[in-house]
T-cell receptor, first 111, second 113 residues
Framework: LAKTTQPISMDSYEGQEVNITCSHN???????ITWYQQFPSQGPRFIIQ???TKVTNEVASLFIPADRKSSTLSLPRVSLSDTAVYYC????????????FGKGTTLSVSS | KAGVTQTPRYLIKTRGQQVTLSCSPI?????VSWYQQTPGQGLQFLFE???????NKGNFPGRFSGRQFSNSRSEMNVSTLELGDSALYLC????????????FGPGTRLTVT
């Protein structure tokens, strides 16, 4: 599985847009990029997944440049309830479903 | 549609005992994976079951085992509990096997004393 690198922590204020970038230099051709969110003492929650260019859903956008060596999770107008740990995962679903979580990015949103 | 359910939510056991945790996946999901989360090691993959067969296994000792039933419900068992087994045990289900879009349950908080 490709190794991912994310910032350990980020701070933001309510109403701002937050962009969390993940580096995955050795991403393979079949790999997808997946982001999860986790609140304390809860299971991770699937946010978004993409392969290339841009993916958008009701909670976030995922931007993937042409070389796919990085990706950016964009959270529009964050609120206090977006304070959580965000994990970037990269892997080939054909190789199995063992999600390998790194340390993630702890996002703290203040008022 | 109901989410992933795990029972019990909290459990206290003594060293040397064994424990069985249960997971019911989202209806229609046939793949169930188990994870252990501790403050020191973070989230670690234990194993995955699909159609009653273990497809993938993480790097955990043989004291950790699991099984899946024909209705896709899954159980994991930990024998000869150690203090270090204290953790949040999470179960996740997905529709096809091999999907990175997994849905996690609330977890079982196991404390070993």
């Amino acid at each position: 599985l490709a190794k991912t690198t994310q910032p350990i922590s980020m701070d933001s204020y309510e109403g701002q847009e937050v962009n969390i970038t993940c580096s995955h230099n050795n991403i393979a051709t079949n790999d997808y990029i997946t982001w999860y969110q986790q609140f304390p003492s809860q299971g991770p929650r699937f946010i978004i997944q993409g392969y290339k260019t841009k993916v958008t859903n009701e909670v976030a956008s995922l931007f993937i440049p042409a070389d796919r060596k990085s990706s950016t999770l964009s959270l529009p107008r964050v609120s206090l309830s977006d304070t959580a740990v965000y994990y970037c995962l990269v892997g080939d679903s054909q190789a199995g479903t063992a999600l390998i979580f790194g340390k993630g990015t702890t996002l703290s949103v203040s008022s | 549609k109901a989410g992933v359910t795990q029972t019990p939510r909290y459990l206290i056991k003594t060293r040397g005992q064994q424990v069985t945790l249960s997971c019911s996946p989202i209806s229609g999901h046939r793949s169930v994976s188990w994870y252990q989360q501790t403050p020191g090691q973070g989230l670690q993959f234990l194993f995955e079951y699909f159609s009653e067969t273990q497809r993938n296994k993480g790097n955990f000792p043989g004291r950790f085992s699991g099984r899946q039933f024909s209705n896709s419900r899954s159980e994991m068992n930990v024998s000869t509990l150690e203090l270090g087994d204290s953790a949040l045990y999470l179960c996740a289900s997905s529709l096809p096997s091999g999907s990175y879009e997994q849905y996690f349950g609330p977890g079982t908080r196991l404390t070993v004393t």
